[in-house]
């Protein structure tokens, strides 16, 4: 079975810093391009960012709201990817997912998401 | 930036009604768009990809169509459990962008 988990969500206060941990099972990690999205409270879906499947040989894309301040990564070998975020602010206060791109075609689309962890920014 | 919109912002229908949403994106985007729906608490899940190719699993009723800048998602005979937000993304270009969301009320 296809899972995605994520944790790491909490509590944090304006210009801390978090990282997010999406663990992945029941399919090759290293195949796949990963993204994070996020959800606002009450608000619809924000791309964050994105991983190519070979972070040697591709670099991350970001959205411009989070460019600079957070950085994703993965480990194959672990079969994980990693958002870590740094001068947070309450803006960012958000569900945050992460989404498996498909390899089956190249339109990018998201067949597995994981079930998100909340990150809530306050003091 | 691609800069997607939805209309309408939400919708209350009828079991057995046909319904439809509509997604622009400012500007070219092919077929590059996939609609996703969204239930509360729920993490989204994958309707259509490719503008109109229905994924695995998703009842017939869905239907998706449209390129270049206009787009429609079609609920043939709306259900029940087809209660949710959804959202149209671009995959097009970086960033990503969605649209802000539809929401189907029963």
């Known amino acids: 079975e296809v899972q995605l988990v994520e944790s790491g969500g909490g509590l944090v206060q304006p210009g801390g810093s978090l990282r997010l941990s999406c663990t992945v099972s029941?399919?090759?990690?290293?195949?796949?391009?990963m993204d994070w999205v996020r959800q606002a409270p009450g608000r619809g879906l924000e791309w964050v960012g994105r991983?190519?499947?070979?972070?040697?040989?591709?670099?991350?894309e970001y959205a411009a709201s989070v460019k600079g301040r957070f950085t994703i990564s993965r480990d194959n070998s672990k079969n994980s990817l990693y958002l870590q975020m740094n001068s947070l602010k309450t803006e960012d206060t958000a569900v945050y997912y992460c989404?498996?791109?498909?390899?089956?075609?190249?339109?990018?689309?998201?067949?597995?998401w994981g079930q998100g962890t909340l990150v809530t920014v306050s003091s | 930036d691609i800069q997607m919109t939805q209309s309408p912002s939400s919708l209350s229908a009828s079991v057995g009604d046909r319904v439809t949403i509509t997604c622009r994106a400012s500007q070219s985007i092919s077929t590059y768009l996939n609609w996703y729906r969204q239930k509360p608490g729920k993490a989204p899940i994958l309707l259509v990809y490719a503008a109109s190719t229905l994924q695995s699993g998703v009842p017939s009723r869905f239907s998706g169509s449209g390129s270049e800048t206009d787009f429609t998602l079609t609920i043939s005979s709306l259900q029940p459990e087809d209660f949710g937000a959804y959202y149209c993304?671009?995959?097009?270009?970086?960033?990503?962008?969605f649209g802000p969301g539809t929401k189907v009320d029963i």
């Open positions: 029941g399919f090759t990690f290293s195949d796949h391009y």
């Open positions: 993304q671009q995959t097009y270009s970086a960033p990503r962008t």
């Open positions: 989404a498996r791109e498909t390899k089956y075609n190249s339109y990018g689309d998201y067949d597995c």
């Open positions: 991983s190519r499947n070979n972070p040697a040989t591709y670099t991350m």
